[in-house]
């Protein structure tokens, strides 16, 4: 079946320290991936996503590019802000008929000024 | 504004009774969903909808249900068939279609006491 891997938080960063949390997948076919972001007692939020090999999402500083051959898509920010503080979570849709999305557990990032 | 609304935002219930959480959306989505978050565990799926009257069982079904009577309505219910209950519950919608990513609503944080 399918599966999503990240890394085990909580991650705490100093302001303007570079980020990167991991993931890393397994699925049938050729699955869509996407970050979203939760920040406290709100839903999710798309913050990315990238629907074919090689493709780079990128959206408020965050990238992530997809790697078929490692099977990964992590996200990356060069100088993460405190208002980047939230929960992060990696996401799959292999489609196959059914469009439900594989969540990963979850990273909690915490940036101190 | 076009999105995803559930209420009540938070909700207090006594074991042993049946509750209704609300979901609508606006987007003109065909397909809408439920997941249960608990803490440290990621999003898992309760069931999901691709089309009015007709919806399939997630991944943790048992003591829930739910009724898809109009494209922008899809309320689940808790059963006191459901033995831990308390939970924050996200409802989300999409397009059918595998690179679309869904839609969040901003949640409703159940507690069964």
């Known amino acids: 079946g399918n599966s999503v891997t990240q890394m085990e938080g909580p991650v705490t960063l100093s302001e303007e320290a570079f980020l990167t949390i991991n993931c890393t997948y397994t699925?049938?076919?050729?699955?869509?991936l996407f970050w979203y972001v939760q920040y406290p007692g709100e839903g999710l939020q798309l913050l990315l996503k990238?629907?074919?090999?090689?493709d780079k999402g990128s959206n408020k500083g965050f990238e992530a590019t997809y790697r078929k051959e490692t099977t990964s898509f992590h996200l990356e920010k060069g100088s993460v802000q405190v208002s980047d503080s939230a929960v992060y979570f990696c996401?799959?849709?292999?489609?196959?008929?059914?469009?439900?999305?594989?969540f990963g557990k979850g990273t909690k990032l915490s940036v101190i000024p | 504004d076009g999105g995803i609304t559930q209420s009540p935002k938070y909700l207090f219930r006594k074991e042993g009774q049946n509750v209704t959480l609300s979901c609508e959306q606006n987007?003109?989505?065909?397909?809408m969903y439920w997941y249960r978050q608990d803490p440290g565990q990621g999003l898992r799926l309760i069931y999901y909808?691709?089309?009015?009257?007709?919806?399939q069982k997630g991944d943790i079904a048992e003591g829930y249900s739910v009724s898809r009577e109009k494209k922008e309505s899809f309320p689940l219910t808790v059963t006191s068939a459901q033995k831990n209950p308390t939970a924050f519950y996200l409802c989300?919608?999409?397009?059918?279609?595998?690179?679309?990513?869904?839609?969040f609503g901003p949640g409703t944080r159940l507690t069964v006491t």
């Open positions: 996401a799959l849709n292999s489609g196959a008929g059914s469009y439900q999305l594989t």
């Open positions: 987007l003109n989505h065909d397909a």
């Open positions: 699925a049938t076919g050729y699955p869509s």
């Open positions: 990238a629907t074919k090999a090689d």
């Open positions: 989300a919608s999409s397009i059918v279609q595998s690179s679309y990513e869904q839609y």
């Open positions: 909808s691709q089309i009015v009257n007709d919806f």
